[in-house]
């Protein structure tokens, strides 16, 4: 009802509905990206291409920098140019051996390739180096590999997962999206549930920072 009469306002206002519709999506645009965040970035893409360039003009100026390699590496795979990101990574992988950020960018990399094993091997010895290497993540990301053709390592994976994001709403929706991708729904729910309760127990300093998995949670329960 507030959003109708917002947009019935806009229209005496500026004369043109199309004009009133157009205002009355920028305004919920701001208020997502200030208050919830589950709409993307409009800039971010624009700001990853200056990294980009930036980063191959450093590089060019000092082909052995391996931290300027390995980020642009990583905002490579972000927009999934996955050719030049692994020649990169395969430049710096006898300097990077003991980062687990570099393994589970390659396995990444190796995953979207279809190369399964060279890709689960990679990350996995990101993960043995560090458990919690991007928060766990590459846990879900090999249990949606095996989701379709064994289930048993995908919900191992999973667990895994869980045994690290014990208490965040981000962690539990993740949890909630992988079983409901191996159509285990009750489950699904119960994840989507205890995102939205963590969420209503965190203090307040803590829940702008979790909103968007909480109101996702909300949404797909």
Avoid at 14 to 29: Q, S, T
Avoid at 145 to 167: G, L, P
């Amino acid at each position: 009802m507030g959003k109708i009469l917002g947009f019935v306002l806009l229209w005496r206002l500026l004369g043109n509905p199309f004009l009133a519709i157009l205002v009355l999506l920028v305004i919920v645009y701001l208020l997502d990206r200030r208050f919830v965040g589950i709409l993307p970035s409009v800039t971010k893409p624009f700001k990853r291409m200056g990294q980009i360039s930036k980063l191959r003009t450093q590089i060019g100026m000092n082909p052995s920098d391996v931290s300027s390699k390995h980020e642009l590496a990583r905002l490579l795979i972000e927009r999934k140019k996955d050719g030049e990101a692994l020649k990169l990574l395969e430049s710096i992988q006898s300097q990077s051996e003991d980062s687990a950020e570099f393994w589970d960018d390659l396995g990444t990399v190796y995953l979207r390739q279809g190369k399964i094993a060279e890709g689960e091997t990679s990350i996995l010895r990101a993960l043995e180096l560090n458990p919690r290497v991007k928060y766990g993540q590459p846990y879900l990301r090999l249990a949606d590999v095996y989701k379709n053709s064994d289930r048993d390592k995908a919900m191992d994976y999973v667990r895994r997962f869980q045994e690290i994001h014990s208490s965040s709403c981000e962690g539990y929706y993740l949890l909630g999206m992988m079983y409901k991708s191996l159509d285990r729904k009750e489950e699904a729910k119960e994840a989507f549930q205890e995102a939205i309760d963590i969420y209503r127990s965190l203090p307040k300093y803590k829940k702008r920072q979790e909103r968007k998995w909480a109101v996702l949670s909300m949404i797909k329960k």
